[in-house]
Every structure is written in C-alpha cells, then in structure tokens.
C-alpha cells in the first residue's frame, strides 16, 4: 500500500508548455508538501497546505499553483514552463508540521 | 541562513565500517530529524530527536544532539552496502512550520 504517491515519475516537455504533477496520500495526514530538488539534491520546499489552505508559499513564481481539492490531496500545475524549471519534485505529507514526513517518489521533470 | 547544513563531504567507506555524519543548524529547533534517500528514490525517515534529549538509538543508528553547539551527529555502525545513499538531517524550528533541511551527505559503502 503506497503512502504517499505521485504520477507521473517522468515528465519530459518543451518549454512554454503547461503541465501538472498529482499527489496522494493515503495516511489521514492533514498537512502535505511540495519540495524542489535541484541537481546538487538541495531540497527546497514550495508549498505547504494544511488541511486544504495555504501555509507555506515560498517565493514560488506564480506560474506554479497548487490545488488542495481535499486533503488527501494537493496537485501541483506548472504553466509556461522554462528550463530552470528542470528538477526533481517531491510530494511529503505528515500529521503536523513538525512531525516527520512522508515523501512520494519524486516527479523527474525535464524542460527541453 | 540555511538551517541543518550538513557537513559537505561524501564519506566512501568498505562494508562493515562504521559512517558518521554530522549536521549544524543555527536557531532554537523543537526537534532534528534523520533522513535517507536512496538514488531515484524518496526520502525516507531514519530517526527523530527532540530538543530536550541527547542520545537517541534505532537499530544500527545512533544520533547525538548538543543543542548548545547546534549541531547532531549520525552514526551508521556496522554498515552494509545497502546503507549506500545520502543523508539529510532536518531541523523542526519554533513557528517555521516547516522543516528545513540540509545539503544532504552522500555515502558509499563498498562491499
């Protein structure tokens, strides 16, 4: 039974486009993440929702926007992508924030 | 300024060996947390270490809290290929919400 998962693993698509990354969690946690892994694996969190509102919005460029429909849930859409854009996503939930947290097998994007 | 900088080094050592890695952090935490990520793979949790304790064990790992120094120690004992991956500690501050992590230390155990 996966925890937390995310589709797709792999996503490879030309710059401008628009694209989304989806992630579940199965464990009844009521906060979920969005982090951003770059090529050197620094880990850099984006987003965090906290039973379905916004927590944390980390200095993200408006052209991500997440979407909590439930929180079991938290989505995550990319438009106009750019090259920058390239890097491993990863999707977390936990019980609270400063509990530990459960990660999704990461999205790899790579803009072309 | 970054919290749980992990030293930047990445540590090869031969199967049976002990690894040990250390992480410093810079602010008041509630808590530090261990995690591992194997290559292609997700991060996953080792081991949670509260502020007010020192020493915590889980099977072959040790960590080592000095609130006072900022800073915690992992140690792998007896470590076996399988341990080969990098290391993020994770520092749980007072009203971050988040927790921050580190640079990651990346370990190879050779068999």
């Known amino acids: 039974d996966t925890a937390v998962s995310q589709t797709p693993k792999y996503l490879v698509t030309q710059m401008g486009n628009d694209k989304s990354i989806k992630c579940e969690q199965n464990?009844?946690?009521?906060?979920m993440y969005w982090y951003k892994q770059d090529s050197k694996k620094f880990l850099k969190i984006m987003f965090s929702?906290?039973?379905?509102?916004?927590?944390i919005n980390e200095t993200v460029p408006n052209r991500f926007s997440p979407k909590s429909p439930d929180k079991a849930h938290l989505n995550l859409h990319i438009n106009s992508l750019e090259l920058g854009d390239s890097a491993v996503y990863f999707c977390a939930s936990s019980q609270d924030s400063g509990r530990q947290q459960f990660f999704g097998p990461g999205t790899r994007l790579t803009v072309l | 300024s970054q919290q749980g900088e992990e030293d930047p080094q990445a540590l090869s050592i031969q199967e049976g060996e002990n690894a040990t890695m250390n992480c410093s952090y810079k602010t008041s935490i509630n808590n530090l947390q261990w995690y591992r990520q194997n290559s292609g793979r997700g991060l996953v949790h080792l081991i949670l270490?509260?502020?007010?304790?020192r020493e915590k064990h889980s099977g072959r790992l040790r960590v080592t809290l000095d609130t006072s120094k900022k800073s915690s120690s992992l140690l792998i004992t007896a470590s076996r290929a399988a341990d080969t991956a990098s290391y993020f500690c994770?520092?749980?501050?007072?009203?971050?919400?988040?927790?921050?992590f580190g640079k990651g230390n990346q370990v190879v155990v050779i068999p």
């Open positions: 270490i509260r502020s007010n304790e």
């Open positions: 464990l009844g946690h009521d906060t």
């Open positions: 929702y906290n039973n379905k509102e916004l927590i």
């Open positions: 994770a520092t749980d501050a007072y009203g971050n919400n988040r927790l921050a």
